[in-house]
């Protein structure tokens, strides 16, 4: 019998229904069915529900077509108790007999519209293996009523019309030989297949996150020390594929480590991350790769793992070697000192700019030669250069190694001072590190102190003697000059104090040039143009160079004035015009030059064409008395008070010579003001 018309008759229809009640025999057989089979129709007035009767009524009702069915309260009350919707179908009238109100909500439809559907009507038509549901409804019937239960995944449609994925339990329901009635239990899975999406895309995020990484990324198993996954930046790393990654136990990439390893995992625990840039990677080739390593502990299927992060950090690490080369090359083209570097054989291997100048070479002539080639002496020899240096760099100790002489490429030799260091390499000796200075600029300033010391003792014992001196001479002239005066002009004592008179004038002149020599004169310096003077004493040079020597004024226009004693200022000039005449005796050319320089003094410079100096005498003409002139001629003071002259005016002289060719003297000072 189809027990849906039973429930149309107790269930939400008007007052007065009427139903068709198929009678079914003791043999199971429905008469009304057989061919001209009579039909008998009841009509009965329903009593409108009470809400006692409508909630008894929640379920449809099952007639009890057989003795010792269910009772209806009874299955109403089971299916009403189960949180999942329950149906009854009736197999062979394809019918719902009965459904619970979670069926309705589940499938989001009526009382009325859900007992008028079928199975089909509520399932998707194409099914997630892609069969079609309406193929597989009658199977999955036919294998409940003959095999027993069933439990398979279904999708249906909600209907809103999206699909609404469940778990259906579908087993058989005897109420009767002659029946076919199957339970469905129908479980909503849609929050599930929602998460296992969710999961499923997050995984496949992460999934892709992991394998598009560049940093190798391994996931960590702590307790047994293996490596449970790694990503294909991890597998290219270490030279392994990443199957062969799986299972190696950790101890195979950080050989040696192990310890650190452990003590880093139990910081990343206890800490709940983690990082170290002290780790290096074994390679499957054999090479260690530093690494930086961040760590995190992460749970998979309720373990604790470790997912590691992995920073090649190969390139930032010759990037920073590379600079500090750079560092260490700029810092060594910068300084003024030679530096080398030469190996235990004493070859070089490296020199940089200072040495090369230096020595007056060039790299490709330098390098891979011995050191001791560029120093005098022979290399066993111990008390020469080559043989001191040879003995330092054996030693292996810092040594400092003063007055070597050094031979130029040029084959001209200078003296320097060297200090030898060992040169270690992974704290082995593989060298040694020479710097090496000229001395000579060194003992040339040296020199100068001296000069300017003994100059300044000289000057004060001078201008004290000159002092004095001056003080007799006032007398001498003074009586000279009253006797010469009182005789007449034939008297024959004249000549006598004639040279008498004019002994005393020249020492009172040297003896001015002593006062201001030794300072003991004050001088008033004012605003001199150096035009003006070089111009207003040519007249006076001329006659004193003769007509063998030309004299050439080069002088540069509109030039500042400078602070000096216009008196000292000829002075000057006369001094270098007489050195000059004398360094002239076959006649030549004779050139005072003015210019301003580039720092904004200016330059006055004396030029000749004479015999030149020697580098010795270079060394010693602003010494007091020295001179390179015969013996009787010339005083040696010249040279010296123009050195002192320029001194006071604050500015600096340069003496340029070669012998044969002539001598420039040049003499800057500062201008008067802004």
Not at 243 to 272: K, N, Q, W, Y
Not at 291 to 304: D, Q, R, T, W, Y
Not at 344 to 364: G, H, I, K, S
Not at 502 to 507: D, E, I, K, V, Y
Request: proline share 6%; hydrophobic share 40%; net charge negative.
């Amino acid at each position: 019998m189809c027990r849906s018309r039973l429930e149309d008759a107790g269930c939400r229809t008007p007052a007065r229904a009427s139903f068709s009640l198929h009678i079914v025999d003791p043999s199971g057989r429905c008469p009304e069915h057989a061919p001209g089979g009579p039909e008998r129709r009841l009509r009965r007035r329903r009593r409108p529900r009470t809400d006692a009767r409508r909630s008894r009524h929640g379920v449809s009702a099952v007639n009890k077509p057989f003795p010792g069915a269910p009772a209806d309260a009874a299955l109403r009350t089971l299916l009403e108790l189960s949180p999942d919707a329950v149906f009854v179908y009736d197999a062979r009238r394809g019918c719902f007999v009965a459904f619970n109100d979670e069926a309705a909500r589940l499938f989001g439809r009526t009382r009325e519209q859900l007992r008028r559907s079928t199975p089909l009507e509520l399932s998707q038509p194409v099914q997630r293996d892609g069969r079609s549901a309406a193929a597989l409804i009658p199977e999955l019937h036919r294998r409940a009523l003959r095999d027993g239960p069933q439990r398979f995944e279904w999708t249906y449609v909600h209907a809103d019309g999206r699909p609404l994925p469940a778990r259906v339990h579908l087993a058989p329901l005897r109420l009767g030989a002659d029946e076919d009635l199957l339970v469905a239990t129908v479980t909503d899975l849609s929050d599930l297949v929602a998460a296992q999406r969710t999961l499923r895309e997050r995984e496949a995020w992460f999934r892709g996150i992991f394998e598009a990484s560049h940093d190798p990324i391994f996931i960590l198993d702590p307790r047994a020390s293996r490596i449970v996954d790694a990503n294909p930046a991890a597998a290219r790393l270490l030279g392994y594929d990443i199957e062969d990654l799986r299972g190696l136990e950790i101890a195979a990439v950080h050989p040696g480590e192990m310890e650190r390893m452990e003590a880093f995992t139990r910081d990343v625990f206890r800490e709940g991350h983690g990082w170290t840039n002290e780790l290096s990677c074994l390679t499957r080739g054999g090479e260690r790769v530093p690494a930086e390593i961040a760590a995190a502990p992460v749970s998979l299927l309720g373990v604790e793992h470790m997912v590691a992060v992995v920073r090649d950090i190969r390139a930032r690490r010759a990037k920073h070697e590379d600079d500090l080369r750079a560092q260490r090359e700029a810092l060594l083209d910068a300084v003024g000192d030679g530096v080398l570097l030469v190996d235990l054989d004493c070859r070089v291997v490296f020199a940089n700019p200072a040495a090369l100048e230096q020595l007056a070479t060039t790299a490709e002539a330098l390098l891979e030669r011995s050191f001791c080639t560029v120093l005098t002496g022979a290399r066993d020899d111990p008390h020469s250069p080559a043989g001191r240096i040879e003995a330092a760099i054996a030693s292996g100790e810092r040594e400092e190694l003063l007055d070597l002489t050094f031979v130029r490429g040029d084959g001209t030799t200078f003296t320097g001072d060297a200090t030898c260091t060992p040169y270690l390499r992974d704290r082995r000796r593989t060298g040694a590190v020479i710097s090496f200075r000229s001395v000579e600029e060194r003992r040339r300033l040296e020199r100068d102190l001296r000069h300017a010391q003994k100059m300044q003792a000289v000057g004060r014992l001078a201008g004290g003697i000159a002092h004095d001196f001056n003080n007799l001479l006032t007398g001498i002239l003074g009586s000279a000059e009253l006797a010469l005066a009182s005789l007449p002009a034939s008297h024959e004592a004249r000549e006598d104090l004639e040279a008498i008179l004019r002994s005393a004038r020249t020492g009172a002149s040297l003896t001015r040039r002593l006062l201001q020599f030794g300072r003991r004169d004050p001088v008033e310096r004012v605003p001199v143009d150096l035009n003006e003077v070089a111009g207003g004493m040519a007249a006076l040079l001329r006659p004193l160079l003769g007509v063998d020597i030309e004299l050439a004024l080069e002088l540069a226009p509109d030039l500042p004035p400078v602070l000096g004693d216009p008196a000292s200022l000829d002075q000057v000039l006369m001094n270098l015009a007489v050195n000059a005449r004398d360094a002239m005796p076959e006649g030549g050319r004779l050139t005072v030059r003015s210019e301003r320089v580039a720092d904004g003094r200016i330059a006055l410079e004396v030029t000749d064409t004479g015999v030149g100096m020697s580098d010795d005498e270079l060394m010693h003409i602003f010494e007091p008395f020295y001179t390179t002139k015969e013996s009787g001629h010339g005083t040696g003071l010249g040279l010296a008070s123009v050195y002192g002259v320029v001194e006071r005016m604050g500015g600096e002289i340069t003496v340029s010579s070669t012998r044969g060719e002539g001598t420039t003297i040049r003499i800057v000072v500062p201008p008067a003001g802004p």
